[in-house]
């Protein structure tokens, strides 16, 4: 009998999630989004992420994180860092 393992769901994998996501898309130069917008696109919740952009914000040394506006929901900025 095998065992499979079934994917993570504690914190860091989302964090890992989020960000190899950002560094993908800012990679380019850099970019703007609602939580709302990328849900689908990471698999997590707009309040999961809003909360994971301000761990990562402090702890992504590869991106640049600010906090840009709040017109119905935050927008955020991020840009690579190298």
């Known amino acids: 009998m095998s065992v ?4 993570s769901t504690d914190g860091s994998s989302k964090e890992d999630r989020l960000k190899q996501y950002l560094l993908e ?9 609602k939580s709302k917008f990328i849900a689908d696109d990471v698999g ?3 309040k999961e992420i809003g909360a ?9 040394t590869e991106l640049t994180i600010e906090k840009w506006s709040y017109t119905s929901a935050t927008t955020w900025r991020v840009e690579s860092a190298a």
Do not use: I
């Open 52 to 60: 994971l952009m301000v761990k990562l914000r402090d702890s992504a």
């Open 25 to 33: 898309r800012a990679k380019d130069g850099e970019m703007y989004f």
């Open 44 to 46: 997590l919740s707009p």
């Open 4 to 7: 499979t393992a079934s994917p």
